[in-house]
């Protein structure tokens, strides 16, 4: 576990130097301006790096500045997550903006214990965003990360447990630590950043890529030939299925829809009127029925399938009427123009392209 000085050096000489040369070219690695670092790395969480290219380029546009973002209206800031998920980022991130605007002259703080203390960001983001912005030898562990370091050094046992996670913690550091000494610049972060590269394309959770990894002759788990009993994760939470009817419910041009509450899941987004579905054929009309409608016709007119977390939803949509004032809270009768203006979750962003389709 504790490798000695001159493996690790040669570990961070190998991986610093593989960066330079095979770093993908991502809009966010081209500033060192902490705020677009830090946008990026909350909506990396979760989310692949491919997806958030877009979002994080729009986003800076729209809302360039912490300024920018501590000013804008909520519903902007959702509109422009919109698709990301995990909405709770965004609302942090919108709070940690004003945090800095109000205690930190609307500069973003370069130390470590302030940048922790803001909304949403936890010792990783604090971590990552003080490298890389800021080029302290402040370290990281992730996934990825864990992934690479179990590996190259072969660690057993769950590395999520309180014991094992804090060696990989010092492990991350004293690699990063290294790095800062390496004589090359913006080190600290390129080491961090060579850590999560090498996870997500060359020591990948499946068949990882040996052959071309710039540090396989240093790899304990790549010797013994057992990469892929590393790391060793508990098993993960069994998938549920669930079955939810959502309404089509019109007034000539305009439909329902209403918000979801705040605290909860997705909560400040829009949605179509739903209910969980029971079991038997009557299940669809007696959803209805909870929320004061009638079904128009007894066959849903789409399915759609989608998963939070471990919960895989089969989302059933049927047109209903509305049996005098519906039973939904925060409702709302919109037509298709003011309905593209509001932030639905993904499977009700998708209702909502069948409707206007
Ligand atoms: Fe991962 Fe293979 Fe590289 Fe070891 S040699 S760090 S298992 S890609």
Request: glycine share 6%; with cysteine; hydrophobic share 40%.
């Amino acid at each position: 576990m504790k490798p000695g000085p001159g493996k690790a050096r040669s570990i961070v000489v190998a991986l610093l130097d593989w960066f330079q040369s095979s770093a993908r070219e991502l809009p966010w690695r081209r500033t060192r301006d902490p705020y677009g670092i830090w946008v990026s790395e909350i909506m990396l969480q979760q989310t692949q790096v491919a997806t958030v290219v877009p979002y994080w380029e729009r986003w800076m546009r729209e809302l360039p500045t912490i300024q920018a973002l501590a000013k804008a209206s909520p519903a902007r800031v959702h509109k422009l997550w919109e698709g990301l998920g995990y909405y709770s980022r965004v609302r942090n991130l919108q709070k940690a903006a004003q945090t800095v605007v109000a205690s930190h002259d609307a500069k973003f703080p370069s130390e470590f214990q302030q940048v922790l203390a803001l909304p949403g960001i936890g010792r990783y983001t604090a971590g990552a965003i003080c490298s890389i912005a800021f080029n302290q030898p402040t370290p990281i562990l992730d996934g990825n990360v864990i992934r690479v370091l179990t590996r190259l050094f072969a660690i057993p046992g769950n590395p999520r447990a309180p014991e094992i996670n804090s060696q990989l913690w010092s492990l991350a550091e004293k690699l990063v630590r290294l790095a800062a000494t390496a004589g090359k610049p913006r080190s600290s972060g390129k080491l961090n950043e060579s850590l999560m590269e090498l996870g997500a394309l060359i020591c990948t959770p499946r068949d990882p890529d040996c052959v071309h990894c710039p540090v396989r002759i240093h790899c304990s788990a790549r010797r013994q030939d057992r990469a892929a009993a590393f790391p060793q994760l508990p098993r993960r939470r069994k998938s549920v299925q669930r079955r939810v009817a959502a309404f089509i419910v019109r007034d000539g041009s305009r439909v329902l829809v209403r918000q979801r509450p705040a605290g909860g899941v997705n909560a400040q987004l829009w949605e179509f009127p739903n209910a969980e579905l029971g079991a038997g054929p009557e299940s669809a009309a007696r959803a209805a029925g909870t929320l004061g409608f009638t079904l128009a016709e007894s066959d849903p007119v789409c399915t759609i399938r989608h998963s939070i977390t471990h919960h895989r939803i089969t989302l059933q949509v049927y047109h209903a009427r509305a049996l005098g004032r519906p039973k939904t809270n925060d409702g709302q009768w919109l037509t298709a123009p003011e309905l593209q203006k509001l932030a639905f979750p993904s499977a009700h962003r998708r209702l909502l392209e069948f409707l206007t389709s």
